[in-house]
């Protein structure tokens, strides 16, 4: 009896971490955090290579999950106050409907070439938006809500929303602390869909869930000094840090792709 009770403890927890892997995990969210808190987005963006430099991806990508969950719901209130909520509800609307036709698209198409298109697309909105390129008003519904179809399109293939949400944003006539906010509540509500895909699937385990809930603190003291960053900052350099954080993006995509291929 009390091998089967010792097995089932192991098999809900996983192996146990050891005090290094503690210590890079922790390095490491506070790295992400720093991002996404003077950007709004990135954290999954930074956390998910550096995470795995000394773990497997499918318990990078779950913890990652877990993570921007939690700091999504801890920082909802405040960014509920600042967000662009007409655009926000529309951009949420079309990445709902976009997240199940992408799955479909990445059920026919290979995963590299998905994400190297991903890549060039992005490549070319880091040109647009690097050159000046700026909405003089905010788009209509229909278009916000295509754009949403668009994030949606990523994340079901490549599970890489933010590319269209943060170029709307960016280009959009939206102060920066508005985009800053609208950009956390929208990974909020993807990031929501993307617990649920990776918990149904069983990569969420007890050992996962309390690996995140250790690096949890070190997420919000990153957040909290990068928002610090954002306060004391300028919207040019908010601007600056989002497009190159965008171009990350774009080079990361590439080479996950390019390396899948080879």
């Known amino acids: 009896m009390q091998d089967l009770i010792a097995a089932a403890q192991a098999s809900f927890l996983g192996a146990l971490p050891t005090p290094g892997v503690i210590a890079a995990t922790l390095a490491a969210v506070i790295a992400a955090a720093l991002l996404r808190g003077f950007t709004g987005f990135g954290f999954a963006l930074a956390a998910v290579p550096l995470l795995g430099l000394f773990m497997a991806p499918a318990k ?3 913890i990652a999950v877990v993570l921007q969950l939690l700091g ?3 920082d909802f209130r405040r960014a509920g106050r600042d967000c662009h909520w007409p655009s926000l509800r529309w951009l949420i ?3 709902v409907i976009g997240s199940p036709i992408g799955a479909l698209v990445l059920s026919i198409a290979p995963a590299p070439i998905a994400r190297i298109a991903i890549a060039a697309i992005t490549a070319v909105a880091v040109v647009i938006l690097s050159r000046g390129f700026a909405l003089a008003e905010i788009p209509s519904r229909p278009a916000t809500a295509a754009v949403g179809l668009a994030a949606g399109l990523f994340n079901g293939l490549a599970a890489m929303p933010g590319p269209p949400a943060v170029v709307y944003y960016m280009s959009g006539p939206f102060r920066a602390a508005a985009a ?3 950009l956390l509540v929208f990974f909020l509500a993807t990031s929501i869909t993307a617990f649920a895909s990776t918990a149904a699937v069983g990569l ?3 050992g996962i869930l309390w690996l995140a809930a250790l690096s ?7 957040t909290r000094i990068g928002e610090y960053g954002f306060r004391r900052g300028t919207e040019a350099l908010h601007r600056t840090v989002s497009i190159a954080s965008l171009g990350g993006v774009a080079l990361l995509s590439a080479a996950k792709g390019i390396s899948e291929l080879m």
């Open 60 to 62: 990078a990508v779950p």
């Open 72 to 74: 999504g719901l801890t």
């Open 93 to 95: 609307v079309g990445a």
């Open 180 to 182: 800053r906010a609208s």
């Open 204 to 206: 969420v385990n007890g």
């Open 216 to 222: 949890f603190p070190a997420m919000l003291l990153g």
